[in-house]
């Protein structure tokens, strides 16, 4: 973490420079908004329903692992659902581009093909939200799309807003870029349908807990072995996150000795970044190991995590969407 992102979440001097910038961001960001509502701008509405996941702050916050538990969630009750994505730190994301469990991440992005992977689900990328999921419906199947990290795309009509927020770290100091974390104004959590926390919830919030228990081989996912066999264990633990630190604090509290390599969020991995001179387990994120998978070694591990979430939280977007439908 830069001392500028350091600056964020402990209101340090060099934010409070920067605070006259900060507001000018969020005053062009909510008049953006503004405009799209008041219809200045064009906006295009899909045929079939438009779920957008995504969050008011720059980092991590637990999006994806979200997206693929609603993605499964809505096979479960009977939908086909397609998810579109920006694709970001892929060369092919400025036209729609369909993405495949086996796509290469520097082309088309390391989130979009982690979805791929666990939802088998039509997945597609492209800059152009709307463009995207044209492309999706005409070639996917699907009667309702997820929009991974879509919630300041206005161009695309939307008919459930979910915002995700770190229950740890919140809002920083609650100023917007570059004075703090904030994309837009903190005010427009109050907009949006489901405001879901990644940890700690506060009123009116959607607990989400990130769980995980079983680690898979980076070069073969068919391998397997429990985290609990390496408590008390040295290891060299890898992340390319929004919010590493998360993911290295998991690990210490399941009881292992680690020795922290954080990187930057979509990083590009390459073999000499996981050479660390000894024989000790290196272990990552699963998002970090679609991009080391042809270079990983035996010795190379990533901790696949699913969201748990309440149960009537389920049943609450189930019946938004069905009145949706119905209106």
Not at 28 to 49: I, T
Not at 81 to 95: H, L, T
Not at 127 to 138: N, S, T
Request: proline share 8%; hydrophobic share 40%.
């Amino acid at each position: 973490m830069g001392r500028l992102e350091r600056s964020w979440y402990r209101d340090g001097w060099l934010a409070r420079v920067l605070a006259p910038v900060g507001w000018l961001y969020c005053a062009l960001a909510a008049a953006r908004r503004r405009a799209y509502q008041a219809g200045r701008y064009r906006r295009w509405r899909a045929p079939v329903p438009v779920i957008v996941v995504g969050n008011i702050t720059v980092g991590g916050t637990g999006k994806t692992p979200l997206v693929i538990g609603l993605a499964e969630l809505l096979a479960h009750a009977g939908y086909r659902p397609g998810i579109v994505s920006r694709g970001y730190g892929g060369a092919a994301a400025g036209q729609p581009h369909w993405v495949g469990q086996d796509s290469r991440p520097d082309q088309v992005g390391d989130e979009p093909v982690l979805l791929a992977a666990r939802t088998r689900r039509p997945v597609v990328v492209g800059r152009d939200r709307p463009a995207a999921v044209r492309y999706l419906l005409a070639q996917g199947g699907c009667d309702v799309v997820l929009s991974d990290d879509g919630l300041q795309h206005y161009p695309l009509e939307r008919d459930v807003e979910i915002a995700v927020v770190d229950g740890g770290r919140r809002l920083g100091n609650g100023r917007c870029l570059p004075a703090g974390p904030l994309r837009e104004p903190a005010e427009r959590l109050q907009e949006v349908d489901f405001t879901v926390a990644n940890g700690a919830a506060g009123p009116g919030e959607i607990p989400m807990r990130l769980v995980g228990d079983e680690l898979h081989g980076v070069s073969d996912p068919r391998r397997h072995r429990t985290l609990h066999a390496l408590a008390g264990t040295p290891v060299h633990a890898v992340a390319g996150i929004g919010h590493p630190g998360r993911f290295f604090d998991e690990l210490r509290a399941r009881g292992l000795e680690v020795q922290e390599h954080p990187f930057p969020d979509h990083h590009h991995f390459r073999a000499a970044d996981l050479e660390f001179g000894d024989e000790l387990p290196v272990v990552m994120t699963e998002k970090d190991a679609v991009k080391c998978r042809p270079f990983a070694r035996p010795g190379h591990w990533y901790l696949p995590v699913r969201a748990v979430l309440p149960e009537d939280f389920g049943e609450r977007l189930l019946a938004r969407l069905e009145r949706k439908g119905n209106g």
